[in-house]
T-cell receptor, first 116, second 112 residues
Framework: DGGITQSPKYLFRKEGQNVTLSCEQN?????MYWYRQDPGQGLRLIYY???????QKGDIAEGYSVSREKKESFPLTVTSAQKNPTAFYLC???????????????FGPGTRLTVL | GDSVTQMEGPVTLSEEAFLTINCTYT??????LFWYVQYPGEGLQLLLK?????DKGSNKGFEATYRKETTSFHLEKGSVQVSDSAVYFC???????????FGTGTSLTVIP
């Protein structure tokens, strides 16, 4: 199956613990994104990456970290420095090749993180 | 900067009613415009898009027309169904294409 996989679907964490959310894609898309969604709000960009081994901060990067060691994978770590991490986290991808970017983003199913 | 503003919800309609969800945008240049739909507990799915002025995007009975003169991209459906109950997001890419700007979402509930 082609698509974007996020795991786990639900994640519980104790305060003070780091936790890593997985995002994998087999669409061969170049760009990957992490968004945070809070109840009744829109999506806010945490980090994005347009190429392997490179990534940029979004609007709310504090308390989060990412890596992009492989084209297929863009894991997000929520660190203990993130003061209010309980939220729904969405991974997205976008195709780009030879400098020509399509402008459609495709989303994974999301991970709901709850801090206990 | 670039942004989208969409009508606040929640919206509750009876089955077979007409739906309009307003979206206006501010943008540098003429970006593509998008509507995404999110069903409970799921990620966002692309509903429709339009790539230039006067284009009409359509899918599953939903339509939206890219209107440059009013900077709008309103979502419409002639006859909603219970299965259309979801949250709808208007969106546009930044002028660099590096990110998307999303509206705050409009929750729609359709009752039988």
């Amino acid at each position: 199956d082609g698509g974007i996989t996020q795991s786990p679907k639900y994640l519980f964490r104790k305060e003070g613990q780091n936790v890593t959310l997985s995002c994998e894609q087999n669409l061969n898309h170049d760009a990957m994104y992490w968004y945070r969604q809070d109840p009744g709000q829109g999506l806010r960009l945490i980090y994005y990456s347009q190429i392997v081994n490179d990534f940029q901060k979004g609007d709310i990067a504090e308390g989060y970290s990412v890596s992009r060691e492989k084209k297929e994978s863009f894991p997000l770590t929520v660190t203990s420095a993130q003061k209010n991490p309980t939220a729904f986290y969405l991974c997205a991808t976008r195709r780009g090749a030879a400098g020509e970017w399509t402008d459609t983003q495709y989303f994974g199913p999301g991970t709901r993180l709850t801090v206990l | 900067g670039d942004s989208v503003t969409q009508m606040e919800g929640p919206v509750t309609l009876s089955e077979e009613a007409f739906l309009t969800i307003n979206c206006t945008y501010t943008a540098t240049g003429y970006p593509s415009l998008f509507w995404y739909v999110q069903y409970p507990g799921e990620g966002l799915q692309l509903l429709l898009k339009a790539t230039k002025a006067d284009d009409k995007g359509s899918n599953k009975g939903f339509e939206a027309t890219y209107r440059k003169e009013t900077t709008s991209f309103h979502l419409e459906k002639g006859s909603v169904q219970v299965s259309d109950s979801a949250v709808y997001f208007c969106a546009l890419p930044s002028n660099t294409g590096n990110q998307f700007y999303f509206g705050t979402g409009t929750s729609l509930t359709v009752i039988p």
